[in-house]
């Protein structure tokens, strides 16, 4: 990864709705400790399958980002 980079994620397959917010909350924190460090000045987009999976990743977004 190098700062600019543009990444494309794609969640299609995935079915999140199973997920509890503590089980997002501890992938995020997950995220934040391993792999934002490897993103920073890349722009991410992030393709997801429907609302559920749409809403728990702007939720692990939003706990990783803080």
Known sequence: F???ARILIDHRHLDWRQMS???I???AERM???EAP???GCRVAIVAR???EFGAMRMMLTY???
Request: proline share 10%; hydrophobic share 45%; aromatic share 4%.
């Open 2 to 4: 190098r700062p600019g």
């Open 21 to 23: 917010a503590d089980d």
């Open 25 to 27: 909350r501890l992938r």
């Open 32 to 34: 934040a400790a391993e």
């Open 38 to 40: 490897y993103l920073a």
């Open 50 to 52: 429907g609302p559920a």
């Open 64 to 66: 990783a980002i803080r």
